[in-house]
């Protein structure tokens, strides 16, 4: 069974520090990785999408994998409090006819 | 990216009835799926719809329980059938554009008394 790790949290941050999110997936096979974040109330909107091992940056965002630990992160920058919501990590075992295996997110709170 | 609407958005409904939501995306797209938010939870993935033939569905998800119909590459329907109060969730669309990015329409949030 595929499985997604997150801590729930909440995980506070003070505006302007950076916000460390993470996440452990189960299955190997894994092969694309993203990040999205739910405000409360709305569906989840897309932040990053990793592939490879490495860091990709994308603004204030960055996202990192290790694929040998099956292990990724997101890094923000410069939080602001509109950055507070919950993140949801979702991994996928293959290409874009594969459904997406969720973690259960983590809620972030930038405090101002 | 592309524009998803689901339709209703949300509805209260009696235990043994059914409903039916319906997604609609503003252009063609090659894949769609359906997940369920239960409250307080993180989103699972209930079945792919296939267009012109059945739907594959995930461990835990059945046809009678979930049918799910798409007959062309814009539009899907989910039916939650002989509802009880443990369907109560947020049921979202998704679809893929290009070849990798899913996109989620607004959700349909589901009461069941």
């Known amino acids: 069974q595929k499985e997604v790790e997150q801590n729930s949290g909440p995980l506070s941050v003070p505006e302007g520090a950076i916000a460390s999110l993470n996440c452990t997936y189960s299955?190997?096979?894994?092969?694309?990785f993203f990040w999205y974040r739910q405000y409360s109330g709305k569906s989840p909107e897309l932040i990053m999408s990793?592939?490879?091992?490495g860091d990709k940056e994308d603004g204030r965002f960055t996202a990192q994998l290790n694929k040998a630990s099956q292990y990724v992160s997101l890094l923000i920058r410069d939080s602001q409090p509109s950055d507070s919501a919950t993140y949801l990590c979702a991994v996928r075992e293959g290409g874009g006819a594969d459904g997406l295996t969720f973690g259960k997110g983590t809620h972030l709170i930038i405090q101002p | 990216s592309a524009v998803i609407s689901q339709k209703p958005s949300r509805d209260i409904c009696q235990r043994g009835t059914s409903l039916t939501i319906q997604c609609q995306v503003d252009?063609?797209?090659?894949?769609m799926f359906w997940y369920r938010q239960q409250p307080g939870q993180s989103l699972t993935l209930i079945a792919t719809a296939n267009q012109g033939s059945e739907a594959t569905y995930e461990s835990g998800f059945v046809i009678d329980k979930f049918p799910i119909s798409r007959p062309n590459l814009t539009f899907s329907t989910l039916t939650v059938s002989n509802m009880s109060p443990e369907d109560s969730s947020i049921y979202l669309c998704s679809v893929v554009v290009g070849t990798d990015t899913q996109y989620f329409g607004p959700g349909t949030r589901l009461t069941v008394l």
């Open positions: 990793i592939y490879s091992n």
């Open positions: 252009s063609q797209v090659t894949m």
């Open positions: 299955d190997r096979v894994s092969q694309s």
